[in-house]
């Protein structure tokens, strides 16, 4: 039971390239979500979706798009990337957006632009 | 919306010290609480959460975590630490998963 991948584990880009970091879960979850790490800021959401094709935005969503066309799968889109998205980037998934289930994280994605 | 505070960002222990690590959180009503873990270059791990019922929660690896609604608070225990409790840990609150900035627990031997 792989859990929840993500890929790439690291990736350099330079500003203004654009690139899809991918997220898939085996579990059946109906909510997958998004989130960067910074130091001293915990995580933040950054999209989330309760089903497939149905998404919405979390506390940080500008410069960042997603789609959900399967349950497995839920990639997120950097448009043009800027230093500022230099971040650590982890999916999770659940059962429910409701929280009692808690979630499953994936290893993360390591982000750096220069 | 709701928030939650980890009032230290870092806590340094020796091995077999006991550790409370401290989380208030925001909500004027019934929460969910949960607190993650995060070991170096790896995603988080559920070790426990709280959705009602008894105020004291036992989770893995020996943690405990206790919810206080007058103080707004869900502290994390451990009687006694060991060195591969070194990792970061988050306090989460309710269905938007809203996350502390993290807990750097350091145990020494």
């Known amino acids: 039971n792989a859990g929840v991948t993500q890929t790439p584990k690291f990736q350099v880009l330079k500003t203004g390239q654009s690139m899809t970091l991918q997220c898939a879960q085996d579990?059946?979850?109906?909510?997958m979500s998004w989130y960067r790490q910074d130091p001293g800021m915990g995580l933040r959401l950054i999209h989330y979706?309760?089903?497939?094709?149905?998404?919405d935005q979390g506390e940080v969503p500008n410069g960042y798009n997603v789609s959900r066309s399967t349950t497995e799968d839920f990639p997120l889109r950097l448009l043009s990337a800027a230093p500022s998205q230099t971040s650590v980037y982890f999916c999770?998934?659940?059962?429910?957006?409701?929280?009692?289930?808690?979630?499953?994280f994936g290893s993360g994605t390591r982000l750096t632009v220069v | 919306a709701q928030s939650v505070t980890q009032l230290d960002s870092q806590v340094p222990v020796f091995e077999e010290a006991p550790v409370e690590l401290r989380c208030n959180y925001s909500?004027?009503?019934?929460?969910?609480l949960f607190w993650y873990v995060q070991y170096p270059n790896q995603g988080l791990q559920l070790l426990l959460k709280?959705?009602?019922?008894?105020?004291l929660v036992k989770g893995i690896n020996g943690f405990e975590a206790e919810f206080n609604k007058s103080q707004t608070s869900f502290h994390l225990r451990k009687p006694s630490v060991h060195i591969s409790d070194t990792a970061e840990y988050f306090c989460?609150?309710?269905?938007?998963?809203?996350f502390g900035a993290g807990t750097r627990l350091t145990v020494k031997p």
């Open positions: 909500s004027s009503v019934s929460v969910y």
């Open positions: 709280y959705l009602s019922g008894s105020t």
């Open positions: 979706s309760v089903g497939a094709g149905i998404t």
């Open positions: 579990m059946n979850h109906e909510y």
């Open positions: 999770a998934s659940s059962y429910s957006g409701t929280g009692e289930y808690g979630y499953t």
């Open positions: 989460a609150v309710d269905n938007d998963m809203r």
